[in-house]
């Protein structure tokens, strides 16, 4: 009797398992590492020194933000980031540093490309992920969302902690 038992316990079990759904596996290759945000001036994004208070300048907790991060890419296809969002920003753009004529320049960027079994970095003075016309301040700890746009792999939505420049 007892084994009878069991066997349809067993039964049960098999029939219930059977008819949940399994979760969603992850067909993405794309992996984000050490995402983060710093609330900076522009001057400050580009490599000047920060903002002095009587500068008129906002620093931490000012008008714009950048986000920065690896972006890594496990498949054998490129990806491309497309867009960004962030719950604390009115606007994101996808934003390039670099030198030009001696000035260190900053811009828009229409993508970022991933390379396949490669990374993209994210980093002060190169590409980044502006936050403009931040909500609120950031302070330290603060932990806003941002949601990335990838042509293949589609969204991904992560929290960048923020950190003081």
């Known amino acids: 009797m007892k084994r009878g038992f069991a066997v349809a316990i067993l039964f049960l079990t098999l029939v219930l398992a059977a008819c949940t759904t399994p979760p969603a596996a ?30 008129g300048m906002p620093s931490m907790g000012g008008r714009n933000g950048a986000a920065y991060m690896v972006i890594k890419n496990s498949g054998s296809a490129p990806d491309k980031l497309l867009k960004a969002r962030c719950d604390v920003a009115n606007s994101v753009e996808l934003h390039q540093t670099e030198m030009k004529d001696n000035v260190m320049a900053m811009h828009p960027v229409e993508s970022l490309d991933v390379p396949a079994n490669g990374q993209v970095e994210l980093k002060p003075g190169g590409y980044h992920i502006m936050l403009i016309g931040l909500k609120q301040g950031l302070k330290a700890g603060d932990k806003p969302t941002l949601t990335l746009a990838f042509e293949k792999a589609g969204t991904i939505t992560i929290e960048a902690e923020v950190r003081n420049p």
């Open 26 to 55: 992850s067909s993405s290759n794309i992996e984000i590492v050490s995402p983060y945000i710093s609330a900076v001036t522009a001057m400050e994004q580009m490599g000047n020194t920060p903002a002095s208070p009587d500068s």
